[in-house]
Nanobody, 117 residues
Framework: VQLVESGGGLAQPGGSLRLSCAAS????????MSWHRQGPGKERELVAR????????NHADSVRGRFTISRANAKNTVYLQMNNLKFDDTAVYYC???????????WGQGTQVTVSS
């Protein structure tokens, strides 16, 4: 099983980034996919998740209206579009796959997002 995140980097406040997570080694279309983040000195937190069909989604209050999770089952890829970035969005962002809505069975290595002026 592999989950490989990409798309992180440096952005200015108010800017945008799009994260991608390429999955392999399991039946991607049957899994709930989620994004989590861990900022400096903070615990890891759930940012957003999306059901296997791409219909059901859930976003944390801190990112709702700014971030959007989506998936392309034909490409075994999940995305996180991040708009209007804020300093507090600085974190390592992790992709996760779960057999159920609230499980996180597989994890990627993470990609760094830094919001700085």
């Amino acid at each position: 099983v592999q989950l490989v995140e990409s798309g992180g980097g440096l952005a200015q406040p108010g800017g945008s980034l799009r994260l991608s997570c390429a999955a392999s080694g399991f039946d991607f279309s049957q899994y709930t996919m989620s994004w989590h983040r861990q900022g400096p000195g903070k615990e890891r937190e759930l940012v957003a998740r999306i059901g296997s069909f791409g219909v059901a989604t859930n976003h944390a209050d801190s990112v709702r209206g700014r971030f959007t999770i989506s998936r392309a089952n034909a490409k075994n890829t999940v995305y996180l579009q991040m708009n209007n970035l804020k300093f507090d969005d600085t974190a390592v962002y992790y992709c996760s796959a779960g057999a159920k809505w609230n499980t996180y069975d597989y994890w990627g290595q993470g990609t760094q997002v830094t919001v700085s002026s």
